[in-house]
């Protein structure tokens, strides 16, 4: 059974670009998540998708957005990208009504 | 301003020896844990979970400590192996069963380190 799976692995990108990850769940998985991790930071939550509607948002400015498409894959947005977005970028999925979050291995982002 | 890096816990140990890893939780609405273990260049991987009307849950080789009164969570990994060496968080859920899942809130995070 495949895992998740998120593109790009890797990105560059200069301030005031905008940038879209992508994320692949878990067949079957109809919930996806996304986090942001930094070292100063931690690991921190920034939206979840299920029935491809946003069901909770964390703190963050409204650059970060995202959606969800009918098969359950899901993508986030970042406009007007800082300094301060550099991270990984981690997307995760399960089924609806489970803790048990199945993790990519994220997309790493550096804002030069 | 410059970010400040956030200084993990370590815990070092030698193969074979039991592991306690420690989190202390904020919430007392989180009704919901769970372990996660995360090696270099990949994303957290689900170790053990345990829900608020629990206190003790036990897997291989792992075992989880819920302690609600000062809000505080243990993982126990017996025999550590070098394989077990990663960065290990807690994270927490409110309302686990409601409208939340999929929002976790995790801890700082602390790097245990397995020397043959």
């Known amino acids: 059974k495949a895992g998740v799976t998120q593109t790009p692995r890797y990105l560059i990108k200069t301030r005031g670009q905008q940038v879209t990850l992508s994320c692949s769940p878990i067949?079957?998985?109809?919930?996806v998540s996304w986090y942001q991790q930094t070292p100063g930071q931690g690991l921190q939550f920034l939206f979840e998708?299920?029935?491809?509607?946003?069901?909770n948002k964390g703190n963050f400015p409204g650059r970060f957005s995202g959606r969800q498409f009918s098969n359950s894959r899901s993508e986030m947005n970042v406009s007007t990208l800082e300094l301060g977005d550099s991270a990984l970028y981690l997307c995760?999925?399960?089924?609806?009504?489970?803790?048990?979050?199945?993790f990519g291995e994220g997309s790493r982002l550096t804002v030069l | 301003g410059e970010s400040v890096g956030l200084h993990l816990p370590t815990l070092s140990v030698q193969e074979g020896d039991n592991s306690i890893i420690n989190c202390a939780y904020s919430?007392?609405?989180?009704?919901?844990f769970i372990w996660y273990k995360q090696e270099s260049g990949k994303g957290p991987q689900f170790i053990i979970d345990?829900?608020?009307?629990?206190d003790k849950r036990q897997g291989q080789r792992v075992t989880v400590l819920l302690n609600k009164t000062v809000k505080h969570l243990s993982l126990q990994i017996a025999a550590t192996q070098p394989g077990d060496s990663a960065v290990y968080f807690c994270?927490?859920?409110?309302?686990?069963?409601?409208?939340?899942?999929?929002?976790?809130?995790f801890g700082q995070g602390t790097i245990l380190t397995v020397h043959p």
């Open positions: 994270a927490e859920m409110t309302n686990a069963g409601g409208t939340s899942y999929g929002k976790l809130t």
């Open positions: 067949s079957g998985h109809r919930s």
């Open positions: 998708y299920f029935s491809e509607t946003q069901r």
């Open positions: 919430n007392s609405a989180s009704d919901y």
């Open positions: 345990i829900r608020s009307n629990m």
């Open positions: 995760a999925s399960s089924r609806r009504g489970s803790g048990e979050l199945f």
